[in-house]
């Protein structure tokens, strides 16, 4: 379970880097200017390591599972080796799935304005600037992320919904049946800002810059438009 916890705080880390710094850069310089090969390299990172991310909280809560309901059998199927072929699973399947997405939206056409209405290259704000029919691009990411999305949602309820059905079984303590329905509160705040995010990608750019976003409230001085070079 460890292994999985350092894993998932090492892609925390990176995720998180592929917009801080240049989110600081803007703080610090006033240099809103970014080139198309860089924009498209932290869309890329942010979601592919937010995809893999996913997939790997799924296969943390099949870890968990494994420790409660068969314990005996824990250390003999959930080896290091069974360990790092999980790990990289998430990473092969995160970058295969979110690479033919980048690769589409970079073969679309941009003319017109290059000043994305974002404080990073987000594909919602990205493809908007394209003059290129998106529709099939749009399609793509729904799919994309729907399956992502209800991967991790089943494996979750499946892996929790049998750990507490063991615990409560067992007789566990009232603090360790705490512990358990603590993922059922996360798995919540995560699927309300999935709800979020797609209610607001469906409405038009100019409504998508008046959400409810705390990170776009926060953001008010740097979300002014970031200005792409070729």
Not at 1 to 22: A, D, G, Q, R
Not at 51 to 69: E, H, K, R, T
Not at 154 to 176: D, E, H, L, V
Request: hydrophobic fraction near 50%.
């Amino acid at each position: 379970m460890y292994f999985f916890l350092s894993i998932f705080s090492f892609l925390e880390y990176c995720f998180i880097c592929t917009v801080i710094p240049k989110l600081l850069l803007i703080f610090l310089l006033g240099r809103q200017n970014i080139s198309f090969a860089a924009c498209f390299i932290q869309d890329f990172f942010f979601i592919f390591l937010g995809a893999a991310g996913f997939l790997l909280i799924a296969v943390m809560s099949l870890d968990q599972y494994m420790a409660i309901c068969k314990p005996l059998h824990y250390s003999a199927i959930m080896n290091l080796k069974i360990c790092f072929f999980l790990v990289t699973d998430c990473f092969a399947l995160g970058f295969t799935l979110i690479t033919s997405l980048i690769v589409k939206v970079s073969q679309l056409s941009f003319c017109g304005s290059h000043a994305i209405s974002h404080f990073f290259c987000d594909l919602g704000p990205l493809t908007h600037l394209s003059c290129s029919d998106t529709r099939s691009i749009e399609m793509l990411a729904f799919v994309l992320t729907l399956c992502i999305l209800l991967t991790y949602l089943i494996i979750s309820i499946f892996a929790y919904s049998n750990n507490c059905a063991t615990s409560i079984s067992q007789g566990a303590t009232k603090s360790f049946l705490h512990l358990l329905i603590s993922p059922y509160c996360s798995l919540s705040d995560v699927w309300q800002l999935c709800l979020y995010i797609c209610k607001t990608k469906a409405n038009k750019q100019a409504r998508f810059q008046q959400g409810g976003c705390p990170c776009e409230h926060s953001h008010d001085s740097v979300a002014e438009p970031h200005n792409l070079q070729p």
